[in-house]
């Protein structure tokens, strides 16, 4: 079962490995991108990178949701990680039901603003993302590690 999805541009780091996948009892990873599914040296990275006990899975977006409903049938705890909102996107309108989208970390990029103390920056389209997550049902949900207080991304994105 997925039980966590995360938008986070670093995809396996300290946080994820240190934090998330503890508290949660994190058994298995897919991370779901485009790039990654076609750079083989970045995927022997973020295996090195994950804890060997774990299996991670590497999914470009168009085959991503076929390979989260079989593994939301299985009874490993499963964390989905996109290095980016635009995945999120993609694998909702391809029928993905998200519950809550946790958002880690977006890396600066010129025309992005950041929030409030957070690692999230975010450009004008990709707020527009945030808000047609929400409409759908999407708990979105800010923090780095779940210790963490989330911060309501939508309050902070209309400010700016």
Request: glycine share 8%; aromatic share 4%.
């Given at each position: 079962m997925i039980i966590l999805y995360r938008v986070d541009d670093r995809l396996i780091h300290g946080q994820v490995v240190e934090?998330?996948?503890?508290?949660?009892?994190i058994e298995q990873a897919i991370v779901i991108s485009?790039?990654?599914?076609?750079?083989?040296?970045?995927?022997?990275l973020l295996h090195f990178a994950m804890p060997s006990e774990l299996k991670l899975i590497i999914s470009n977006v168009k085959d991503a949701p076929e390979e989260l409903r079989r593994l939301e049938?299985?009874?490993k705890n499963t964390m989905a990680i996109m290095p980016s909102l635009r995945e999120a996107i993609s694998i909702s309108k391809a029928g993905i039901s998200?519950?809550?989208?946790?958002?880690g970390g977006t890396i600066y990029t010129a025309c992005r603003n950041l929030f409030d103390n957070t690692a999230v920056f975010l450009n004008d389209e990709e707020k527009n993302d945030l808000v047609s997550l929400s409409e759908q049902g999407v708990k979105l949900d800010c923090r780095a590690v779940p210790t963490d207080d989330p911060l309501d991304l939508l309050a902070l994105a209309s400010k700016k």
């Open positions: 934090a998330w996948i503890p508290s949660l009892g485009d790039e990654i599914a076609k750079d083989e040296l970045r995927q022997r049938k299985e009874e998200i519950g809550r989208l946790n958002i």
